[in-house]
């Protein structure tokens, strides 16, 4: 029996203590940002990506982190059985597309054209 099944809110423990870790971190990181504004921007920057690869590091210990892992690793192995356009492909299909904006772009000139003009007579 799974744990949400008998009732239970399915977090243990260590993975609230992760997730409060991982909230602290991102805390720190923001704060620090702030309070050390007078420094160099390179350095807050590789503070903060610093403090965001640790929290990084603690998220993808939990079992939701482990989770989102997963589905990047099958995300990557799905993208390798993609069929890419050739360079060919993609050239015609890129022509044909700014050849039918041309085309809406001179349909739409037109017609606020004949419209100004319409306006304008009825208008005086």
Do not use: C, H
Request: aromatic share 10%; charged share 15%.
């Amino acid at each position: 029996m799974t744990n949400k099944a008998s009732g239970q809110s399915g977090f243990s423990a260590a993975e609230t203590a992760k997730w409060v870790v991982v909230a602290a971190l991102v805390a720190v990181a923001v704060w620090g940002n702030s309070y050390y504004g007078d420094y160099s921007p390179l350095y807050r920057a590789l503070g903060v990506l610093a403090i965001g690869a640790a929290a990084a590091f603690v998220a993808l210990q939990t079992e939701q982190g482990r989770s989102f892992n997963q589905l990047r690793k099958d995300a990557m192995v799905e993208m390798r059985k993609i069929t890419w356009p050739t360079r060919r492909e993609t050239l015609q299909t890129t022509l044909i597309v700014l050849a039918f904006v041309v085309l809406i772009a001179l349909i739409l000139f037109v017609l606020d054209w004949i419209l100004n003009g319409v306006i304008s007579a009825i208008i005086g």
